[in-house]
């Protein structure tokens, strides 16, 4: 069995570049699979601490947030009557004037 330099070494130069280049990719695509994990960590405890707090399913209240607003924090919707309807969830409320 040959060492992994040596193998490396009979590969030609063209198809060796294609291989460090595909490498490469593959690593940026773990990168970016690794912190979208690390960021939804948090937001997961987040939706699981609300549904128990309040005896709501927490895929229920994800599936709520990701529907209303596409999980935009700062989305404000505004509706023909002039209300607004704010954050994730699309909260509205009737003023008191």
Do not use: F
């Not at 063209?14 to 593959?26: A, V």
């Not at 699981?48 to 529907?67: C, D, F, H, N």
């Amino acid at each position: 069995m040959r060492c992994a330099v040596c193998a490396a070494r009979s590969i030609p130069r063209e198809r060796r570049s294609d291989l460090t280049q595909s490498i490469g990719s593959n690593r940026q695509v773990a990168w970016i699979a690794a912190i979208g994990l690390l960021v939804t960590l948090p937001a997961h405890a987040c939706w699981k601490e609300a549904g128990t707090r309040y005896g709501v399913s927490p895929q229920l209240l994800y599936a709520i947030a990701r529907t209303e607003s596409g999980l935009n924090p700062q989305a404000i919707g505004r509706n023909r009557n002039g209300s607004r309807d704010i954050g994730l969830m699309q909260i509205n409320w009737l003023s008191s004037r």
